[in-house]
């Protein structure tokens, strides 16, 4: 009511809606997203710091860059 959204019953279990009639994401879809974004950047984070490491090797310090 306040927030606008709403639940329903289907045969799979409840469901919820964002005013706009967009279901929510369920707890395992969610969890799964946050698990390849931090995949993701945890693969980012490693991609820099293997450049600056090949930075290093040729003498330039990527803080300066």
């Excluded at 409840?14 to 879809?29: A, H, I, M, Q, W």
Aim: charged share 35%.
């Amino acid at each position: 009511p306040i927030l606008g959204i709403r639940f329903e019953m289907f045969e799979e279990g409840l469901e919820v809606f964002y005013p706009n009639g967009e279901r929510f994401k369920d707890p395992e879809t969610l969890f799964e997203e946050r698990n390849q974004a931090q995949q993701e950047r945890n693969q980012a984070q490693q991609e820099r710091d293997r450049a600056f490491a090949r930075l290093r090797e040729l003498g330039i310090d990527p803080t300066q860059l």
